[in-house]
């Protein structure tokens, strides 16, 4: 059911530093910081040759990922994206086999204007997992 990997996330506490780390020591490239009010984040996308890398900073004073980074003050992997073709088929089936959709289920516009949805960590062996419809 699961494709690609669409990408890994990471929170950071400084995004200029961390996109630095990227692109003038790992040598990858970069693209410039974008705000996305409506999930609480400012993203960095890190392209690599066979998926990308998210940086995530919080965004306002109710980001989701706020207590994620006062939890990891230096940053953390916060969760990886696998696309699907069909994400509300996805979810179906999930959800027929006991797996728990975070939030009210129904899929929201994610960073890259694609359908995604959340699945809880406890279900994927501690790993919060994205679903993008590709
Ligand atoms: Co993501």
Redesign the pocket.
Known sequence: MIGRL??V?IVVPDLAAASAVYRDTLGATVSAPVDLPAHGVTTVFVELPNTKI?L?HPLGADSPIAKFLANNASGGI??V?YEVDDILAARDRLKEQGMRVLGDGEPKI??HDKP?LFLHPKDFMGTLV?L?QA
């Open positions: 669409n990408h996330a998210e995530l916060h969760h994206c994610g960073a995604v994205e993008e």
